[in-house]
Each structure stands twice: as C-alpha cells, then as structure tokens.
C-alpha cells in the first residue's frame, strides 16, 4: 500500500458563491473539486480540460459509460461514479496513477478491465451492487481484498510483445590518428538486486516482472548487447555474482572482482549470499589485472573520525563500499595510429555505491572523499605520484548533478561549509581526506588530486533512474580528462516509447531494473616521454 496518508474528500461538502463584488476586485477562486448531478446522461468533452482538478463527483446520474478521455485528469485521487448505469469501463481508467479512490458500487458492470490493476496507489474500490463474476467477488471480499484484486489483475494485464527501442548512439568526435591511443568501452550499471525488487517499492510492476528469474534474463541482455570492455555493476548479489555474471561473463572473455557491503561479515552464512556489492568486469583480451582492492567505507570513517560525532553515528553506520581495479592496457589496444608503445601502461578502474537517502546528502559527500582519498593512495603506491594514473570512476552516486558530490568530483574540490554538510561537524577529520593532506595549508575547502570529467553532460541523459516517485540522474562515468576524451554515448530511451506505453516507472516488463546502464567510449592518449608536470598518465618501464 502507498506510504503517504490519504484523506478522502470532505462529505460534507460546503458551496461558497462569490459575489459580484468580490469578482470584480478581482478575487481570485480556486476549487479542486467538481460535483456534476442531475440525472445527467453524458458528460460536456470541456470537462477534461480541468486537469487541475483532484476530486470528482459524478454519482447518483444516468451515465452510461465514461469515455476515455478521463484519462486527460491526470490528478484526480478521488472518483466517484456510483449508482449510475455504467456497463463497462475504459481501459484508460488505468492510467489514472494517482487515484487513491475509485467508487464504482450501485452500476452494471460485469466485468473490469484489467488495466485498473496499474492504480497501484488505489486505497479504496467500491464495488457493491455490480453484477460482477463470483471470481471477481470472491477475491474482494477477502481480506484486504482490494490490493489482492488489484494485483491479480496486474499480473495477468497481457504486456504488448514489441520490443524496447534502440537506444541511439551518440557520436562527438572522431578518434585521433595523428597519434597511437587506446580506445575502450565503460559500461556502468545498477542491476537493482532482488532482495529490494519488492512489491512494497514497486507496486506499479507485476510480480512476475519483479521476480529475479524473469529480470535476469533482460540484465544480462543489457551487459551482453553493450559488450563493454569495461563493466562495472552495483547491487550484485553475492550469490548471483558467482552463480551467473561471473560465469557467464568468463564465458565471454573477462575477468572480474567483486566485493559485497561490509555487513557481509556480519550475517550468517546463508544471509551473506543475498548481500549486495559492486562488481567490476575487464576484457582479458585487452587489460591484464595487476591490483585489485575494496573501500569499506565505514572502516575509513573509523580510522579518520578524529572524536568526531557526526563521523561516527552517521558515516561509519553505513556500509557501503567500493573496489578499485589497477589495470594494464594491453599494447595491442595502441595499435592504430602508429607503433604500440614500449612502456607499460597503467589505468585505475573504480567502482562504488553511495547510501540511498536523500536525508543523508552529508554522508554521500564523505563517503565519495573518503574514496577518492583511497584510491590516491592506491595510485601512490603503484606509481609514487597519485596523478599519474588515468582513472575511470564508474558510480551510483545516489546524488544529483546539482549535488556537492558531482561538484566535488568535477571541480577538483568542495568548501567545508556546502550546503550538503547540513553544518554539521566534519570539519575536524575533513582534512584527511584533502589532497594536501592534514599539515597542508587548507582554504577552507577539501580538494582532490584527480581531474575528472564527467562522460555524459546534462542533457545527453535526462534521467538514469527511472520510478514513480522519482526520476533523475545518480549514475555517473568520471574519467581523468587530462589524457582521456569521450568519443560517444549511448543515449536515453525514446521518451515517447515511455509516454505511448504508459510506463510510469521502472522495472517493468521490458525494463528488468530502475535503473538505466549507462556506456561511454573513452579515448586514451599515451602520455609524453618526459612530462614537466606530472598528467594522468602513468608510464613505467617495461618489464624485461
């Protein structure tokens, strides 16, 4: 059932006409509700243009049907058509998403479309007095009998068999043939584990869609038709890990490291299968593992809490993580453009998942300093010079464009007092985390060392998490723009494909998670011979 507390219209409806004064001193009426009585028989086609309306009375009439375009009151939670002599209802009513009440009690229906299965936030059906099938009835009258109807008519609301649209492929530049670079494919995605694909979350999707042996399949179409040679996932089941992407993937020539949230440790060993974590998967053909590592979040706030209260009851309570691959690029990969280069070549792969809760914007913030500041000290310890490196950082950020996270990332630093702090004390242990490090001089803001870019701009993808409640973009590809550009994009799903098939979130039974993948092709320039100023780049010498 929906979380929000509905309160049903007023019964005791009370009429105030203005008067002619009142109106032309230019006061200004607002009604959200309309009551239309009178044995009327068919209703004026102007009533659909008050979509502003919330409430709608039209019982005790001699309707006859309801036409569709009802539909076009996108905000009504409240219906009344009772006691009219309706025979059949539009297969539109079940677009009608808000409706909290629907009372059809007192007509001639015999039957309902199963549409009204999508009126997934519906709290209350009428239905007495209607010659419905005992099916029907026997099922409304259980207990809790309108959400079991509801959802047995979702369920079994026949889905059109066309498949999704292609996705389009956006190209912004050509790759550089003046000079040897390695170009590749990051995938990154959020593959939305079972254990919170639930009812109780997405109530709009049938159960069958929602059920792990029916999404998996799509998932894994999703990776496959990508053929990323870079692929980094979220919310990988630890058991499903193993069992299928890992399998299935070595199948297809890569490699991968995974590591599940740090409550893994905590639970017994059955409950650990059904922990989730972020995986990370590499074409073997063109990268050779040389380090992999896991960030436990709550364990870095530990150690750098520095007494602080607020580092310790909200950051180290969660446990999110992230793991870092430290890869070769195979020489093969610079193979156009001139000779492949003698030096070996080094390129960071990061992976993380931020927490979820729009409430804890701080915590999102440090957890992504705290990562940084870990993999500038991977980075130091492969090479001595942190920026050196190139580095992709695929993520569920769980945070805005507008965020102090996508700022931080992009911007090479954040103030110590933004907005996302909630002006809470971190300031203490915020420090660590800078790239100047604690002794370092501090202008009141906190710094990295890494200069990113993010693959996708604005507008190229409107929304990367696609539910009812809410639609937006976490889902992010940084990379080292000093020796990196992107090269295309794959773009959004066709809006009017959502809009034509009435998708009011995702999963759905084409989409198998609420979250889209996201895929960018990177272009990697080898860096200079000698660099006066250390780029991202790293070359070490080759080993004979």
Known sequence: MPKEKYDPPDPRRCYTIMSAEEAASGKKSYWAELE?????????????????LTALHINDNNLSRIPPDIAKLPHL???????????????????????????????????????????????TLGLKGNPLSPDILNLYQEPDGTRKLLNYMLDNLAVHPEQLPQRPWIALKERDQTTPTAVFTVMCYNVLCDKYATRQLYAYCPSWALNWEYRKKGIMEEITSCDADIISLQEVETEQYYAMFLDTLKQRGYDGYFCPKSRAKLVSEQ????????????????????QKHTVEFNQVALANSEGSEVMLNRVMTKDNIGVAVLLEVNKDLFSEGGKPPQERQLILVANAHMHWDPEYSDVKLVQTMMFLSELKSIAERASGDPSSIPIVLCADLNSLPDSGVVEYLSNGGVAETHKDFKELRYSDCLTNFSCNGKNGASDGSVTHSFQLKSAYDGSQMPYTNYTYDFKGVIDYIFFSRTHMSVLGLLGPLDSQWLSDNSVTGCPHPHVPSDHFSLLAQLELHRPPPHPLNPLNGLHLPAHR
């Open 271 to 290: 409950e650990r299968k059904h922990v989730d974590g972020c995986a990370v998967f590499f074409k073997t053909d063109k990268f050779t593992l040389v």
């Open 36 to 52: 239309i009585s009178g044995r009327v028989r068919s209703l004026s086609s102007s009533l659909w243009t008050l979509s502003h």
């Open 77 to 123: 939670a409240y219906l009344n058509l009772s006691s009219n002599k309706l025979r059949s209802l539009p297969v539109e009513l079940g677009n009608m998403v808000s409706l909290r009440e629907l009372l059809l009690n007192n007509n001639l229906l015999r039957v309902l479309p199963y549409e009204l299965g999508r009126l997934f936030q519906l709290q």
